[in-house]
């Protein structure tokens, strides 16, 4: 810390002239901006240390998937067995992998991770009808509940991103109610018409006005709640 020669005022190490008198410092008593503070700036490094611990993971659970899809091969080249379980075992294997991908949060955004699963899914069920060299149930059961479930869940994501509450811990499970009042009849009217040829709604109404109940009830707790109990939540659930 340097002091003008003229008037005393107290200095900035790296003034050139005080602002006071305009009084031009020596040069020999300025000292460089530029020169290292006894505190480095502090940085963050968990974004960094997140993603190798991520990338670490996903290489080791790869690794041990191709290894037993490997052996599986093997097995089955040697054994040659009447049933299908290793085909459905490999098929599983590589489903994991793509989960485990879209799980661990290459893909940053949530409606997009719910198209992936969709996706995935679709691919899952198919390759399993198709074993047998039949296709079925994936197409008359699968095919429309994936398609359907994956509609919602991407506009619900996108939704609660939209929305005032995001921050607010308690609505997270009220979006997850209102998700699924609205896939439960859908889900039961495609097991009726595959079953009974016939629209038949009877404990999807019952769990999706159950599901709606609740929705409202917490969100209405919610607003009721005093501020210091919220708080204490937020605290609680570090939200």
Request: proline share 3%.
């Amino acid at each position: 810390m340097a002091f003008c020669s003229k008037c005393g005022v107290k200095l900035e190490d790296h003034v050139l002239a005080c602002p006071l008198c305009q009084y031009r410092i020596p040069d020999d008593l300025v000292q460089n901006e530029a020169i290292k503070k006894a505190f480095p700036e502090a940085s963050n490094s968990h974004a960094r240390q997140s993603y190798a611990t991520k990338n670490k993971i996903f290489y080791i659970y790869f690794m041990i998937s191709i290894a037993a899809m490997s052996i599986l091969i093997v097995l089955h080249s040697l054994i040659r067995p009447t049933h299908r379980i290793f085909q459905y075992a490999v098929i599983c294997i590589i489903a994991s992998v793509i989960v485990l991908f879209l799980l661990l949060g290459y893909i940053k955004r949530v409606h997009r991770i719910f198209l992936g699963l969709g996706l995935m899914t679709l691919f899952l069920t198919s390759m399993l009808d198709s074993i047998d060299a039949k296709m079925t149930w994936s197409l008359t059961y699968a095919l429309p509940i994936i398609i359907f479930s994956t509609a919602v869940a991407m506009i619900v994501a996108k939704q609660y991103a939209k929305s005032a509450h995001t921050n607010h811990f308690i609505f997270i499970p009220v979006y997850i109610c209102v998700t699924l009042a609205i896939l439960l009849p859908f889900i039961e009217v495609v097991i009726a018409l595959n079953i009974i040829h016939e629209i038949q709604l009877t404990w999807s109404l019952i769990s999706t006005i159950s599901l709606l109940a609740f929705s409202g009830i917490v969100a209405g707790l919610y607003y009721q709640m005093p501020e210091y109990i919220k708080e204490r939540l937020i605290r609680l659930f570090h939200v």
